[in-house]
């Protein structure tokens, strides 16, 4: 039962740290916030064994750059599914990314520090699961929890450039998808985000459920992030 409620956390925690943290911090700077909180969720997004915040803002920003062309590092639509989904992330050319993508992060050293030693937080929280629940804890809680995590964040990749719906005609094929935002706390609404990319609010609408958005709102208000970028009226008024 303890491995199973660690599983569940881990799994949304550091989703978290992905969407709101890796994803609209780091590669689109959707909000603003201090340098501690910087590192605590550049820290925790480690944790979810996707690489360093630098190497993972670096390519999504070639991702919105080059979307589903043959420049983009993960599009269904040139590739194929299954490249999209994951074998981009284990392919040796994707190994390392340009910093000079990313300089508006890359001169602060304590994120070159977490991108170079991104396997540090991940090996610290696999030694705090074992201390707290044994090797159940370690296999179920940690690892078969990361694997759920890495389908449910590589699904916005995959899926929902796929299946889902169109309200913005983009320059790409990204998808609004219901399931995908549940599993991935707002990710789904992706072609929405493609539209306006800044938004820290990827569910335009009160229907379309963005919890990561929701805890962000819940931030702001105690000052640990400010300035939450929202879409404009104007966008909304056109849908």
């Not at 944790?47 to 599009?75: E, F, I, V």
Request: charged share 20%; proline share 4%.
């Amino acid at each position: 039962m303890a491995s199973a409620l660690i599983c569940i956390a881990l799994y949304w925690l550091r989703m978290f740290a992905i969407t709101a943290g890796y994803h609209r911090y780091f590669a689109h700077r959707a909000y603003k916030t201090g340098r501690s909180f910087r590192f605590f969720l550049g820290a925790l997004g480690c944790c979810a064994m996707q690489k360093g915040p630098l190497w993972w803002a670096a390519n999504h920003r070639d991702h919105h750059k080059y979307s589903d062309t043959d420049d983009d590092p993960h599009s269904p639509i040139t590739r194929s599914v299954w490249w999209a989904h994951v074998g981009w992330v284990l392919a040796p050319a994707h190994d390392d990314a340009s910093w000079e993508k990313i300089r508006d992060l890359s001169r602060y050293p304590e994120l070159r520090f977490l991108d170079r030693y991104h396997y540090l937080p991940p090996f610290l929280l696999g030694v705090l699961v074992w201390l707290a629940a044994g090797w159940t804890g370690l296999v179920v809680g940690l690892f078969v929890s990361t694997v759920l995590l890495y389908h449910g964040v590589f699904l916005v990749n995959s899926a929902a450039h796929l299946f889902g719906t169109r309200r913005y005609e983009t320059t790409d094929k990204s998808r609004n998808n219901w399931w995908v935002a549940l599993l991935t706390m707002g990710e789904g609404w992706h072609n929405n985000h493609h539209h306006y990319m800044t938004s820290a609010r990827q569910g335009f609408f009160w229907w379309e459920i963005d919890v990561s958005y929701y805890i962000l709102k819940g931030l702001e208000v105690f000052g640990v992030v400010w300035d939450v970028r929202e879409p404009p009226r104007k966008l909304l008024k056109m849908a």
